[in-house]
C-alpha cells in the first residue's frame, strides 16, 4: 500500500513538468470545449438577432419609395434621422420619463425587496408573489385595464372624483399622460426589479447580522451599511435593463394610445416612431436607421452608467 | 360614375361574366384542358385551395355556401388582423413573394395605395366590368380607379345618425335635420345636464372626419395621374366641417374621446351621448354591447347643411381583391366575384352582419320593410337604403391612405385639446404633403 | 468559499405591523387592476357596462364566460393555449438550455474572441426588438418558416440576458478545481456538464427558465408579424384579435357576437398559469436570482 501510493505520488511528482505542458494544450482543447458550449447560442443568436440586424443595417442604406422603386442612399436615412423633429422629440421625452420613472421604480423595489428580506413581515411569501403578478400581464389586458383605472367619467378616478364630489385631473390628458404611463411602466416592473434585488440580500451572510447586532446596530444602520452595499451591483444591473427598457419603450404608450389618441402620437416615443414608419408608413428603410441609431443611443448610455458607478463602487 | 363609357365596357364584359355567374360548370371539360387556368368558369372546376384573408365575422357562413355551388375549390378563411395590421402583412408578404392571400378584404380608403403599386389583380380580365350596374354608384367608383375594376364592392356604410331616443323625448327634442339644428339640439342636451353630450368626436378616426367632409362637399385628396396629388384640408366642405366641429369642441357641447372603448360605450349605454353618426353597420354594434338600451335607439337621416338637401356620404366599407401574388388568380377572382354579386351570397353577407353594397338588395322590398330589433323595431332599413342613394359622388382617397390616417391622431387629434380642428387640418396636409413628396409623388397643396 | 447558493435561515425577527401594512398597500397597488380583471370576468356584457368596477355585477357569469371562451369558434382559444404552452415550453426551455451552456461555455473556459463574444451578447440587449421585425419577417420569408411555429420558437431560443446571468453564476456555482478533478477522472467535459456542472447550474438554470418564460408567455410583436393563420397563434395574439374584433371591426361588418367578455375572461385564464408556475417553482428560483448580483 505504501509503496504503490509513493509510487504513484512519484509518478505525478516526475510527471508534473509534462503535465504543465499538456495541461496548457489541453487548455486550448478545453478552449474549443468552450466554444462548443457557446456554440448552439451562437447559431441562434446568428439566426433570431444578428441576422435581421445585419439585414435591418444594409436595409438602412437604401430608400425605398411608393413610385420610383429602390434606390442606394447611402447614410441619406441617418442624416435624416439626426435631423428629424419628432424622433429627437421622442428621445427626450423618454430622457424625461428615465430620470423621473426610473428612480421611483427601483426606489420602490429596493424598499420592498428589503422589506421583504427584513425578516418583519407577516407573509413574506405572499407579498413576494403578489408584488410580482403584474410582471406577467400581457399588454392587451393591461390596456383594458388600465382604461377603466383611468377613466375619469365611469372609471375608478371617475368614481373617486364623484366620491368626493370634485373632478380629479384627466389622467388621459396631455398633462397627465407620461406621468400615467410611467405609473403602468411602475406597476409592472417594480416586483420584477424587487425580486432581483431580493436575491441579492439573499446573499448577504448571516454572520455580517449577527456581527452588526453585536455591535448594537439598528434595523436602519443594517440596511444602510450591510444591506445597501450588498445589493450595489444589482441595482447597477436593474438600472441598466431599466435604461435599455425605458428607450424601448413601446407597449405601455401604444396601450394608452388607443385610450387617448389625441395625446399619444405615433412618434410619443423613439421607438413606435419606427414602428410606425415601417408599418404604417412602409418606410422600412428610414425606420431601420432610425431603430440602429436608437440602440446606439441606448448602448451609450447603458455602457457609460454602468462604466461611471463601477467606478464609483471602486472607490466606495 | 361616367355612366357611357362604362355601359360599353360592361356590355362588352357581360359575356364572361354571365357565363361565370350562371356557374357553367359543364364547361370544366375543355377548360382543364389549358395547364394554366386562366377562364374563371374552368379555374373553378379545378380543384384549387383559396387563402382568403377577411376579419368580416360570420363570413365562413356565405363561403361554406361557395364551396357547396363549387365543390371543387376550398377556401380557408384566415383572419390575419384587422385593417391596418393586414394591411401590413400583405405588404410585407407581397414583399417577400410568398405567404400572402388569394383573396383579400380590403376597405375602401386603403384600395388606391394597393391597386397603384400594382399589387392587385384588374379584375376587369375576369368580367368583373359586367358587374357595375349590380352595385351602388358610390361602391362602384371606390374599386373603379385608373381605367381599371381592383376589387369587387363587399359592404358599405351610408351614414346616418342614430340618436337615443327616450333622451330626445326626455327633453322634448325632435331629431336635427340641418347641422344648425344640430347645434341648437346639442346646446339643449348640454344644458339639460352638464355631464351630457350630443355625441363624441374621435379624435383617433381619420374615417369619421373623412366622412363629415365628404358629405359637406370636401373633396380635400384628388389624384390627378399615377403621380400627381392635390391636397387641399382647408377646401370650402373642410372648412365648414373644420368650423362646426371647433366650436362645439371649444364650447364643451361633444366630447373628444375615442370610440369603441369601454368607457365610451358606457357612455352610450347610459345617455351620456345621445347620438351617434356613423355607417349603417352600426345596428349589430349597438346590440350586442348595449343591450340593455338598444331598444331606445332609433335612426334618422343625416342633418344637412342646407334645409332640404339630401347628402350623405360613405362610412367605412370593405371590398374584396386579388392579390398579384396569388397563384390560383382566375379562382380567386371568380370566388370573389361570386361571393359580392351573387343574390344568396349577398343576402347571406347581410344576415351575418354586412349593410349591403348591391343596389338589388338595397331595393328589394323584404329588405326594406324589416323591422330591426336592435333599433326597437324601426324600419332602419329604408332610411339607410336612402342614404346610399345619396351619397355624394367624386370622393377620392390618396394612394397613401393608410398612412396618411395614422398620423390623422398626431395632428387633428392633438388639434382637438384647444379645439381648433383647422389648425390640426393644416398640420395633417402638411404631413401628408411632406410623405408623399418622400415617396415620390408630386404633391400640391393650395 | 461563498457561492451563490449560500441560504440562510430566515432570521425571524419581531413582525412589525407598520411595515406589513407599508407592504399590504403595495400588494393593494399591484392587485388592484386584477381585481378588476376578476370581477370583470363575472360579468355578462351588459354588467360590464353599468356596474361598479371593483365588485360584482347581475349575477354570477365567471363560469358561463369560462364556458363561452373555450367553445367560441370551435375551442380556437383552447388551440392558441396549447400554442402558447409550446413555445412556452419549446422555446423558453429551449434558451434556458442554451444561455445556460453559453453561460458556462464563457465562465469555465479560455478560447479566443471569448470577451469579443459576450460583449457582443450583451450589446444585443440594446436593440429594440420592433426594429428587427420586418428584417426577421423578410428573412424568414426567404427561408420559408414564415407562418410556422418555428418562426416564433427561433427566436425566442435567444436569451442574452440569460447568457450573462449564466455566466456570472457558472463562475460562482461551478468550482475550478472540481472540473479539474472530474477531468483527471477521465471524464469527457460533455459527461461532466451533464452529470456534475448542471446539477449545480439549477438554480441558475430555473430562473433564466422562468424569466424566458414570461417572456414568451407574453411574447406579442413577433407571432404578430410573422404569423398570418390564427390556428398558429399565441393567446396574446389570439387575445389581442378579438379585443379588435369587440372595439368594432373598423367600420366593417358589424359585430354580432359579444367580445367584451371573451376578452376578459379569456385574459384572466391566461394569467393563471404563470402564477402557477411561479408559485411552483419559487423555492427554486430564489436563490438562482442573485446570481446577477454576487459579481463585484
Redesign the interface.
Known sequence: MSTSQSTTSSTVRSRSAPAARRRRNRGARHGGWGFAFFAPFLVVFVVGVAAPLGYAAYLSLFQD????GTVFVGLENYRRALGDELFRAGLWRVLLFLLVQVPVMLGLALLAALAVDSGRLRRPGLFRIGVFVPYAVPAVVAS?MW??LY?D???LAGQIGDFFGTRLPDLL??DWMLASIGNVVTWQYTGYNMLILYAALRTVPTELYEAAALDGAGEFRKAWSIKLPAVRPALVLATVFSIIGTFQLFNEPNVM???????????YTPNMYAY?LA?????FNYSAAVAVVLGGVTAVIAYAVQLRSMRKGQGA | MSPAPSRRRRLAALVPAAALLLGLTACGSDGSASPAVTDPAAALDTPTTLTF?T?????DKTVALFEQKYPKIKVEV????????EY??M???I?????G?DVA?V?YFALPEFA??KRLVDLKQYGAAGLESKFTPSAWSQVALNGGVWAVPQ?T?PMAMFYNKKVFDELGLQPPTTWAEFEEAAVKIKASDP?RFITSI????A?GLDSFVWQAGGRPFQQKD??NVAVDLQDPGSKKVADLWSSLLQRKLVD?A??????W???M??G?YAMWLI?A?????I??????TAKDWRVAPMPQWSKGDKVSAE????AVAVPTSSKHQAAAAAFAIWLNSDPEAVRSLNE????PATTGLLTDPGFLDEPLEALGGQQANRIFADSSATVGTGWQYL??Q??AN??F??TV??S??SGDLNAGLSAWQKRIAD?GN????KVTTP | MRTPTTRRRPRRGRASNALTLAMALMLGYALLPLVWLFMAATKD??S???SFGLWFGHGFHLFGNIGDVLSYDDGIYLRWFGNTLLYAVVGAGGAAFIATAAGYGLAKYRFRGRTALAATVLGAIAIPGTALA?PT??LF??A?I??TPWAVLLPSLVSPFGVYLMRVYAAEAVPDSMLEAARIDGAGELRTFFTVSLRLLAPGFVTVLLFALVATWNNYFLP??VL???KWFPLTVGLN?WN???????????????F?PLVVTGSLLAIVPLVVAFLFLQRYWQSGLSAGSVKE
Open positions: 419609395r411608393l413610385i420610383g383594458l382604461g377603466y377613466g367619467r365611469f372609471g390628458g396631455p394610445q388607443s385610450l387617448a389618441p389625441n395625446v399619444v402620437s405615433t412618434s410606425n408599418f404604417n408608413g412602409q418606410q | 384573408w376579419w368580416a365575422p360570420n363570413i384566415v383572419n390575419a388582423g384587422q385593417s391596418a395590421t401590413t402583412k405588404q410585407t408578404a414583399k417577400a413573394g410568398s405567404g392571400p378584404q376597405e397603384l403599386s359592404d356604410g355631464n374621435d379624435p383617433g378616426d374615417g399615377a403621380t373628444a375615442p370610440g369603441w372603448t369601454n368607457e360605450w358606457q357612455s349605454d347610459s351620456r355607417g353597420w352600426a345596428p349589430g354594434n346590440a350586442s354591447t348595449i343591450p340593455n362610412n367605412g366599407g370593405s351575418n352582419g354586412l349593410f394612394p397613401y393608410v398612412y395614422s398620423v391622431k398626431d387629434g392633438q382637438a385639446n410623405y418622400q415617396q415620390g409623388f | 356584457t351588459a360590464l357596462m353599468d420586418v419577417y423578410l420569408s426567404k420559408g414564415v407562418d404578430l408579424i398570418s393563420d390564427p384579435q379588435s374584433l369587440a372595439t368594432g371591426a373598423a367600420g366593417s361588418g358589424a359585430t354580432t357576437t359579444d367584451y
